[in-house]
């Protein structure tokens, strides 16, 4: 999936704020979770978090926030606090538990038959 993005010409310095971050927190560090920080060429303005710490901001984004670097942190410290708190496992578990147990309820062997 992450072969689809291309990725912008500069980095904005992008990296380097969010390696700060990371390691301004006692559990991130601890978790040793592998982030990266990249820059896409996109003209929507976002920003967005893989689990297991791909981050990536839009140019468009970084464009807009200038060269606010304390602007550029905050967005980063928000995408960063998704994957600390693993919201996008926790969609993605939810997103296909209950179709999951769903089939397993109902399950239809086709066979016709009353199961007991």
């Keep these: 999936a992450l072969e689809r993005f291309q990725y912008a010409d500069f980095d904005f310095g992008l990296p ?12 991130l560090v601890r978790k040793r979770i ?3 920080f990249s820059v896409i060429k996109q003209d929507v303005v976002n920003a967005f978090a ?3 710490g791909a981050i990536f901001v839009t140019e468009a ?3 807009r926030l200038g060269a606010s670097s304390s602007e550029l942190a905050a967005v980063l410290g928000h995408e960063i606090g998704h994957v600390r708190h693993r919201h996008a496992q926790q969609r993605i578990v939810k997103s296909r538990l209950v179709p999951f147990l769903l089939d397993v309820l109902f399950y239809d062997d086709g066979d016709a038959r009353q199961e007991s």
Aim: net charge negative; hydrophobic share 40%.
């Design 50 to 52: 893989f689990p297991g």
């Design 34 to 36: 592998p982030f990266s």
């Design 61 to 63: 984004l970084v464009r």
């Design 16 to 27: 380097e704020i969010g390696r700060q971050l990371v390691a301004s927190d006692p559990e």
